[in-house]
C-alpha cells in the first residue's frame, strides 16, 4: 500500500508554482461536449480526478489527447452517446457536471450518481430542480439520473436554495441554448464559476454577472457554440494548503501561479493569527510564524472561508495559543480528520458541526490514513512539524487533487517520501 513517509523537524525555502485548479479544469473538460470541435486547454494539473473525466469524455466518442505536460487537446466531433457510465462517475463528484452539457448537445442524457470522497451528502437535487425549471424532465432510477429536453429548454427564473457550485455550473451551461432569458439567482461565486464563465463566453454563449449573486444567460442556438483555446485558473486550494505548510515551518516559502484576493479570507485569518504574508500579483510569500494566536473560523460559500481550507487550518490552529473554533457549514462530514490528528497528539473536540482546537499541543509522528482529499494533505503538513516519522496512508484521495504533492515539498527542503506499507485490511 502506497503510503507518504514524513520526516519532521525540516525548514521549507524556497518557491512552489501551483497548477490550474482542479475545481476549475473538470468542468472545462465536461463544457467541451457542448459543441463538436478541437478544444485545446491549457494548464490542466495531472491528477487522478483529471485522467477519469478524460475516460468520462472518451466514452462518449471524444479523443481526448495530451499535448506537453498540462495541455490537453479535445476533439468533440465524434461524441454521438449520452449515457456516461457507472464505473467512472461513481468515482468522482465532477462527473455530475456532464449533465448539462449533454442536454445541450443531445437533449438527452443518462449519468450515474456521483461518486468522490465522503465529506456529505451533496444531493443534487438543486442541479434536477434548476434544469427542471428549464423544462427538462427529470428521473432517479436504480443509480441513474435521466433527462431529457422536449421541444427545448426555455428560460426561466431558477432560484437556488444554496448557492451550490456544481448546481451553478449544470444551468449556467445548460440555459446558454434555452430561448430567452435566464436568470440564476444565489448562484454560487467561486472563480471556479467565473473560469467556467469565461471559456463559455469564448464558446459563444452569451453570460453575464459570473462572480456575483445572479447570472444572466441569453440563449443563442445550438449551432452558434464553437470550440475555443483556454487557461485554466491557477489552483486557489492548492495554493493555501503550500501556504499553511510555510506558516508552520518554513524560513521563507513563496508559492506561485495563482491570485492571492482568491484566498482573502483565508489569508486574513492567517495574519490576525500572526502569520506575516507578502502579496504579490500572483503569488505570496509566508515565513514560519514564530508563535500563532488562536482564532475562530466557519466555512461558508465564497468568498467566504473554503470548506476545502477548513482541514488545514485543523492542522495549523493546533499549534496556535488558545482554543480555535471551527464551524462546518458546508458538509456534515468534514473533521474525520480530527482523529487522525489526536492520533499525533492534537487536542481536538467535535460538538455537532464544531470542532474546538486547543493548542499548542507537540505532535508526535505516527500512523494516519488520510479520510479525504484536503484532510490528506493537512496530514503530510502535521508530519512536517511533528517529532519522529508519520506515515500518510490512504495517498490516493491526496493525488485526486494535487500534482506531484510530495515532489514539491521536497524541492523547497521537506522530508518526505513515497513509500510502500503493508496494507493491514489485507492481512488475515
Not at 480526478?49 to 462518449?60: A, G, Q
Not at 433527462?147 to 448546481?167: I, N, Q, R
Not at 472561508?305 to 456534515?332: K, R
Not at 468534514?334 to 490528528?341: G, K, N, T
Request: charge should be negative; charged fraction near 25%; glycine fraction near 10%.
Amino acid at each position: 500500500m502506497d503510503a507518504i513517509k514524513v520526516e519532521g523537524g525540516a525548514p521549507l525555502h524556497g518557491t512552489i508554482h501551483v497548477e490550474g485548479a482542479k475545481n476549475s479544469a473538470l468542468k472545462l473538460m465536461a463544457a467541451t461536449i457542448m459543441a463538436p470541435g478541437v478544444y485545446h486547454l491549457t494548464r490542466v494539473p495531472d491528477i487522478s480526478d483529471v485522467r477519469i473525466m478524460r475516460k468520462v469524455l472518451e466514452t462518449l466518442g471524444a479523443s481526448v489527447v495530451y499535448e506537453g505536460a498540462h495541455e490537453l487537446r479535445i476533439d468533440t466531433n465524434d461524441v454521438d452517446k449520452w449515457v456516461t457510465p457507472y464505473e467512472l462517475v461513481t468515482q468522482m463528484r465532477a462527473s455530475i457536471s456532464v449533465l448539462g452539457p449533454l442536454l445541450v448537445r443531445f437533449g438527452r442524457a443518462v449519468v450515474a450518481m456521483p461518486g468522490g470522497c465522503n465529506i456529505g451528502a451533496r444531493s443534487i437535487d438543486q442541479h434536477l430542480a434548476g434544469l427542471e425549471a428549464l423544462g427538462v424532465t427529470t428521473s432517479n432510477k436504480h443509480g441513474d439520473i435521466s433527462a431529457k429536453v422536449g421541444d427545448g429548454m426555455v428560460g426561466a427564473t431558477v432560484e437556488l436554495d444554496f448557492p451550490s457550485v456544481g448546481a451553478t455550473e449544470n444551468v449556467m451551461m445548460a440555459s446558454t441554448v434555452a430561448k430567452g432569458t435566464t436568470r440564476i439567482v444565489n448562484v454560487a461565486r467561486e472563480p471556479e464559476i467565473v473560469d467556467l464563465a469565461d471559456m463559455l463566453i469564448e464558446m459563444g454563449a452569451h453570460i453575464s454577472g459570473a462572480g456575483t449573486p445572479v447570472i444572466e444567460v441569453e440563449g443563442v442556438d445550438p449551432s452558434e457554440l464553437h470550440a475555443c483555446d483556454h487557461e485554466t485558473v491557477g489552483d486557489r486550494i492548492e495554493a493555501g494548503t503550500f501556504i499553511v505548510a510555510g506558516a508552520l515551518c518554513a524560513d521563507e516559502l513563496t508559492v506561485t501561479g495563482f491570485d492571492p484576493d482568491h484566498l482573502g479570507v483565508p489569508l486574513r485569518k492567517m495574519e490576525l493569527m500572526g502569520v506575516e504574508l507578502e502579496r504579490g500579483e500572483d503569488s505570496v510569500t509566508v515565513r514560519r510564524a514564530s508563535s500563532l494566536r488562536a482564532t475562530d473560523v466557519q466555512t461558508l460559500p465564497y468568498p467566504g472561508f473554503p470548506t476545502d481550507m477548513q482541514a488545514q487550518f485543523m492542522t495549523l490552529e493546533s499549534q496556535a495559543q488558545g482554543t480555535s473554533f471551527i464551524t462546518e457549514n458546508v458538509f456534515e462530514n468534514r473533521f474525520m480528520l480530527a482523529a487522525e490528528l489526536a492520533r499525533m497528539g492534537a487536542d481536538i473536540r467535535i460538538e455537532d458541526r464544531h470542532a474546538l482546537v486547543s493548542g499548542p499541543t507537540p505532535l508526535t509522528g505516527a500512523p494516519v490514513k488520510s479520510p479525504d482529499l484536503r484532510g490528506g494533505a493537512a496530514l503530510v503538513i502535521a508530519g512536517l512539524i511533528a517529532d519522529g516519522v508519520t506515515y500518510v496512508s490512504g495517498t490516493r484521495h491526496i493525488k485526486r487533487g494535487y500534482e506531484r504533492f510530495v515532489e514539491k515539498l521536497r524541492s523547497v527542503g521537506a522530508k518526505c517520501e513515497h513509500v510502500d506499507i503493508p496494507d493491514p485490511e489485507s492481512e488475515e
